[in-house]
Structures are given as structure tokens and as C-alpha cells.
């Protein structure tokens, strides 16, 4: 694999894990007005189903993401399929390989959209707790804008796209390591008190 794949790999997976009909969509679309050269494997994604159903659930993420409370249940529901749907988009982008590089490049893809996906939920939970609705626009708006971005740069620059996604997946991992640290530090201050 070298690191054109690799980075369209990364770059799409990530993207998919913030929101996948986007990403399908934007694929399909590329894929059919050849708005970059691309390989043919990308073919599967230019089909009139793929490609329209990807848009109307796009749609219908776009409106559920504005709405507090909803844009939650909505993640909830996407826990199991935008892991998924990074790891087949892996795949697609992988081409012709062997069954045990497929295979591992379906884990990563599904490692890495379920890493941005569950920052996203988390995000957008904690987003919930403010009593205005706008910060659920921005934080909505905000991900399109860079699901979109992310996605051109998987297309045009993978190497750039690369780069970006390793950069974010270590950001996630340090967060996670400083949440654990603190919510570990948190209870073994509260066991001494309840004991």
C-alpha cells in the first residue's frame, strides 16, 4: 500500500466516522463527474442508488444534527453503522488486495471511523447540556464544513489527508489518556469518602 491509498484510506475513514452519507456521498459524486482521477475501484461507489440514497440520508442527518437531544439518539443509532461504513469505504479504497490486507485494512478503517465517530458523539453530548440550541448548529455546521474539506483533501492531496488524520487520531488518544487519568484519579478520591 503505498501512501496515496494510505492517506485516502485514513482520510475517508475518518470523514465517514463524522458522518458517513456525506462521505459516500461525495465519493459517489467525484467517482461520477471525474472531478480527480481516480482509481476505478471508486466505481462502486458511482451508482444512482448509492449515490441517491446516500443524499436523502444525508439530508436527514443534516436536520437531525440541529436538533438538541435528537443529534445524540441519532449517534446512538450510528454507533454500529458508521464503524461499518468506514471500514467497507477502506476496503473499496484498498482495490484488489489479498483477503488477509482487506481484512486488515477493514479494521483500521473501522478502528479509525469508530474513533472520530465516538469524539463526535461525546462532543455533541457534551454540547447538549447548554440550554441554547446554537452551539448544536455550529457544532452541526462545523462538522459538515469539515467532513467536505476532508474529503476533497483525501481526493486531491492524500498525503496531506494523511497527515491530518494521524495528526487528529493522536489528539483523540492523548484526550482519552487524560480522561482516564482524571476519571481514575476522581474515584479513587471518592472510594476513601464512601468507605
Do not use: C
Not at 465519493?27 to 462502486?44: H, I, M
Not at 458508521?82 to 478502528?111: C, F, N, Q, Y
Not at 492531496?157 to 487528529?168: D, E, G, K, Q, S
Amino acid at each position: 500500500m503505498d501512501l496515496i491509498t494510505l492517506g485516502r484510506t485514513l482520510g475517508f475513514s475518518f470523514a465517514a466516522g463524522v458522518n458517513l452519507y456525506a462521505t459516500v456521498a461525495i465519493l459517489g459524486l467525484a467517482a461520477r463527474y471525474g472531478w480527480v482521477d481516480l482509481p476505478s475501484q471508486f466505481q462502486v461507489f458511482n451508482h444512482d442508488a448509492v449515490i441517491g440514497a446516500a443524499i436523502v440520508m444525508y439530508l436527514i442527518e443534516f436536520f437531525a444534527d440541529k436538533i438538541p437531544y435528537l443529534d445524540s439518539v441519532w449517534d446512538l443509532i450510528h454507533t454500529a453503522i458508521r464503524p461499518v461504513g468506514g471500514a467497507l469505504i477502506a476496503v473499496a479504497t484498498l482495490g484488489d488486495a489479498s483477503a488477509p490486507v482487506e481484512g486488515l485494512i477493514a479494521l483500521l478503517g473501522g478502528t479509525v471511523a469508530a474513533s472520530s465517530h465516538l469524539t463526535k458523539t461525546s462532543t455533541r453530548a457534551a454540547a447538549n447540556t447548554s440550554p441554547e440550541p446554537l452551539s448544536n448548529w455550529m457544532l452541526s455546521v462545523g462538522e459538515d464544513v469539515f467532513v467536505v474539506g476532508l474529503v476533497y483533501l483525501a481526493l486531491e492531496h492524500p498525503v496531506a489527508a494523511l497527515v491530518v488524520a494521524a495528526v487528529l487520531l493522536g489528539l483523540i488518544a492523548m484526550f482519552m489518556m487524560v480522561i482516564v487519568r482524571t476519571a481514575r484519579r476522581w474515584f479513587r478520591r471518592r472510594a476513601p469518602a464512601s468507605a
